[in-house]
């Protein structure tokens, strides 16, 4: 079964998305005219070969301003969805807006112009206009449905993470359940009140249901392979043009996991056996390369006073230095300042938990704005671990965890990073249940990973540091 959206919904929301990137042009645009004429004190400086100078830069820097809209989420359909997350993307992109604009006027001197309150108006006054802009269309969009109307035949356990959450329940409306048996039944009831049109139990009831309400796509969360007659007859007895869709590809597109129960060596073969793409290996190795030497830069800079404060704090080394398994199992040591106190693991390896009476005053404060992770930046420049990948794990958990979890292996297949998919998405595990949990967003990023997909973890990361 392959997973497909809806054609109209899609083409929906790619139209109200390209609506909205004319309008952040328009807005852009409008932003810099508004602030030549603040600046300037009138109008009078349009047309002028002038105005064509700076239209002609600001271009340029544009193109940066939409590429970080795009990987900030703002062309999210709905907008709004969570105000906190909006605003704190704003901050961050007007962040990101300004820097662009201070180092491409830095390294490019024959600009000309020097426009440095105009930068500043300019950024303020689109970040106004944006934000105003995401608001009104948000107000729009109330008007029109996006919601994909589904019917979910049969029952699993992942499940009921899936209809509790968030995502689900923004971008798809549960129509109808179809249960086969009592077994499929019992499992659905306590979630029964999600779907429109309750449960039924009868294919000519469920196809009745599906014409009448317009449903457009079928989830099975039922193995298919063991229920062949039952597969053959919604086959024969639903209409064909419905996207039929397994549950763990539809799991994989709510959650942004890969549920570990669709995990066997056929999923490997079919996801993880391909080749590798050189340029864009050849793109991140670059781009660890550079930003771990200015990363090891800032670190030098900081270094006396964090080291100064770790010895005045506790008695111990700097740095704690930690075995750690990377690409292929290969081990490797792991550089942080030292968090913790100097005989933390005297009675050997123990998972951190939450308030570990092991972390040291300057620990807590280390630890809370990620500035003991900063000699892990010598790690990168090594190319011991990337920005961006699994997070290493010691080798002592590993051998413990490769007989827990199946498949924990996988996750070795590639480099280890600094932060990570997982990182983003789920906090830090203390527990084989929650390194399970981890691996899936882990596999997530394997499967789908890409140099873009980099780009976009890092600065979900810098936004989670500005939290």
């Known amino acids: 079964m392959v997973l497909r959206n809806h054609p109209e919904i899609m083409q929906n929301k790619n139209l109200f998305k390209f609506i909205l990137f004319i309008g952040d042009i328009v807005l852009m645009y409008s932003a810099l005219l508004l602030t030549l004429a603040i600046r300037y004190g009138d109008f009078s400086f349009w047309p002028g070969p002038q105005t064509r100078v700076f239209l002609w830069h600001f271009s340029f820097i544009s193109l940066f301003w939409l590429f970080f809209l795009s990987l900030l989420d703002f062309y999210e359909i709905p907008p709004f969805k969570e105000i906190f997350d909006f605003f704190s993307n704003l901050i ?79 971008s798809y409306e549960i129509v109808i359940f179809f249960a086969p048996n009592l077994h499929f039944s019992n499992g659905l009831k306590p979630f029964s009140n999600l ?57 994989e597109l709510i959650t942004k996991k890969v549920p570990l129960m669709a995990i066997d060596e056929f999923w490997f073969l079919e996801n993880l056996s391909r080749s590798e793409k050189k340029l864009e290996e050849v793109m991140k190795r670059g781009f660890d390369i550079i930003f771990s030497f200015l990363g090891l830069l800032i670190t030098a800079i900081l270094f006396p006073f964090i080291a100064l404060a770790i010895k005045i704090d506790s008695p111990g080394p700097v740095f704690y230095i930690q075995k750690r398994v990377g690409k292929d199992g290969r081990t490797f040591p792991l550089y942080k300042f030292r968090t913790m106190k100097a005989d933390a693991e005297k009675m050997g390896p123990q998972w951190s938990i939450p308030n570990d009476p092991r972390i040291t005053r300057v620990g807590k404060i280390l630890r809370s704005i990620y500035l003991d992770e900063f000699p892990q930046f010598y790690n990168i420049f090594k190319g011991d671990i990337s920005f961006v990948g699994p997070r290493p794990e010691r080798p002592e958990f590993v051998s413990q965890l490769k007989e827990k979890i199946p498949y924990y292996n996988i996750r070795h297949l590639v480099k280890p990073g600094f932060t990570g998919w997982a990182q983003i998405n789920y906090h830090y595990s203390a527990s084989v249940n929650e390194t399970k949990e981890k691996l899936q967003y882990d596999l997530y990023y394997i499967k789908h990973r890409s140099f873009f997909l980099d780009l976009g973890i890092i600065l979900k990361t810098i936004r989670i540091i500005f939290r």
């Open 195 to 251: 779907g429109k049109r309750g449960i039924t139990s009868e294919i000519p009831q469920l196809r009745e249901i599906i014409e009448k309400d317009g449903v457009n796509s079928m989830v099975f969360a039922l193995n298919s392979r063991k229920n062949e007659d039952l597969v053959k007859q919604i086959f024969l007895n639903l209409p064909l043009k419905l996207n039929f869709i397994s549950f763990p590809s539809f799991y």
């Open 92 to 170: 961050i992109f007007g962040f990101l807006a300004g820097t662009m604009g201070v180092v491409y006027f830095y390294l490019y001197p024959q600009a000309i112009i020097t426009p440095k309150t105009i930068l500043l108006l300019d950024v303020l006054i689109f970040t106004f206009f944006l934000c105003a802009w995401r608001y009104v269309f948000s107000r729009i969009l109330k008007l029109q449905s996006f919601k994909e109307k589904i019917a979910i035949i049969g029952f699993q356990p992942e499940m009921k993470e899936l209809l509790t959450s968030s995502s689900l329940q923004e």
